[in-house]
């Protein structure tokens, strides 16, 4: 399915803003490129606002969160950067594992099942791309998603 990544983005941004405004967390996006791309466009939304709500949930109030989406002649990129607590540097390599989840005391407060990583990870892989994050513990977090435009099943 052809879709409009930029449009997209902007429905689940718009989705989530409420989310966000409640702990005052600002949500900006930037966008370099118009962007068609054929994906499965239920799936391909739940990864990302899984990326952009663990931005929410493990960021701190009044913090920012800041997605961008660019593209170049084979693949679409989008960075969903944090101003959170940020990943251990030990537990980073278990995140996109099921259930993993880092601090089970704070995680008890913010909800949830050690799921979404993982769900993120799948699709994106069926997408044939790929997903990476870098993390500095008390500063914040990156997910950078790359995916070629012109997937085949
Ligand atoms: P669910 O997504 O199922 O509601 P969850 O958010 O705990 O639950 P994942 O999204 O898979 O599960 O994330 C796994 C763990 O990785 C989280 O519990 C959290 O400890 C850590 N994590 C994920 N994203 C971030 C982030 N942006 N900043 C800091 N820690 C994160
Ligand atoms: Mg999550």
Do not use: Q
Not at 37 to 61: C, H, M
Not at 63 to 72: E, Q, T, Y
Not at 107 to 134: C, E, F, P
């Amino acid at each position: 399915e052809r879709v409009d990544i930029n449009e997209l983005m902007e429905v689940i941004l718009k989705r989530l803003t409420p989310l966000a405004e409640k702990r005052s967390i600002e949500i900006t996006f930037e966008s370099f490129r118009e962007v068609e791309a054929d994906i499965d466009k239920v799936k391909f939304t739940l990864a990302i606002s899984n990326l952009i709500e663990n931005g929410i949930k493990y960021n701190v109030d009044g913090g920012w969160i800041r997605v961008s989406l660019n593209a170049d002649h084979k693949n679409l990129y989008i960075k969903v950067v944090d101003s959170g607590v940020g990943i251990p540097e030990d537990c980073v390599e278990h995140i996109f594992e099921r259930f993993y989840r880092v601090d089970k005391a704070r995680s008890r407060d913010t909800g949830g099942t050690g799921l979404g990583l993982a769900i993120s990870k799948n699709i994106i892989v069926m997408h044939k791309g790929i997903i990476n994050v870098y993390s500095e513990p008390g500063k914040g977090t990156t997910f950078t998603v790359r995916v070629p435009m012109n997937y085949v099943k």
